[in-house]
């Protein structure tokens, strides 16, 4: 735990040194911010359950100048499990992620660019870069790539849709579904057979799937409340083995849900 609150200071230190830098540069126009805090009853990650019966808390702030946005992310676990039944689970500050993204647009198609810095707790750091098209029109298609360049080579690849429904003037349920395909370039990240034993083969597979619904409630002008709840998935036999192998509980599709507090200024 202490390498990992080092990492995190460090983080957090470096994303001071960066609004700081911003801060001079956006003399004419003032940077934006805001902050999140999310609580979910579980944490699931590209169809991987990554806490098990506990409540995880994921605060995040981002701040943004024209184009340029700057994220630092964290999960807390309110009952990590380290799968020992011998040892107690306690609550960790166990993973702290920092984003640095450009976005940009061309007619209906919005694209953003963007590196991802992963800090885990007990297991090696890791980093992504990515690129991603959208595009403004009705389900407002997306493509999402990304290349991990750090502890597990490789590539993930997500397409997405997404829609919103005018509830009211102010209120929307909105609607979002993505579909996820794997390509490891790591001979430690290999299939897993029908008996959930690992091959040599390494993993290449249509992936996860996940669909979710959620609102936004405002309350004023600058606080929301956005409740949701999703369905992840697997698309494959292959996905469906290697996520009951990674599983707590064996299995390999979830059904969860919570709520995030917001507020932008």
Do not use: C
């Amino acid at each position: 735990m202490r390498v990992q609150a080092t990492r995190t200071i460090h983080l957090f230190m470096g994303m001071m040194i960066i609004l700081t830098a911003f801060a001079v540069w956006a003399e004419e126009e003032k940077p934006t911010a805001s902050a999140d805090v999310g609580i979910s009853n579980k944490y699931v990650w590209r169809g991987y359950e990554l806490s098990d019966d506990s409540i995880v808390i994921q605060p995040s702030t981002t701040v943004s100048h024209k184009n340029m946005s700057l994220n630092l992310w964290g999960n807390i676990d309110s009952a990590l499990d380290d799968t020992d039944p011998t040892t107690t689970d306690k609550s960790a500050w166990e993973e702290t992620d920092f984003t640095l993204s450009y976005g940009t647009s061309s007619g209906p198609v919005d694209l953003e660019f963007g590196y991802i810095y992963y800090g885990l707790d007990g297991l090696d750091d890791t980093q992504e870069i990515y690129a991603s098209a959208s595009m403004d029109i009705f389900l407002a298609p997306s493509l999402t790539i990304y290349k991990d360049i750090g502890a597990i080579p490789g590539w993930y690849f997500s397409l997405g849709i997404s829609h919103s429904i005018e509830l009211s003037e102010r209120l929307t349920l909105d609607l979002s579904g993505s579909l996820g395909y794997y390509k490891s370039e790591d001979d430690g990240f290999v299939e897993v057979d029908s008996n959930l034993n690992p091959t040599t083969n390494r993993y290449e597979a249509l992936h996860d799937g996940n669909i979710s619904v959620s609102t936004t409630l405002p309350f004023g002008e600058y606080i929301t409340m956005t409740p949701m709840v999703a369905y992840s998935f697997p698309l494959s036999d292959e996905a469906d083995y290697l996520l009951q192998s990674t599983s707590f509980e064996g299995e390999s599709d979830y059904i969860y849900g919570g709520v995030t507090f917001s507020i932008a200024f």
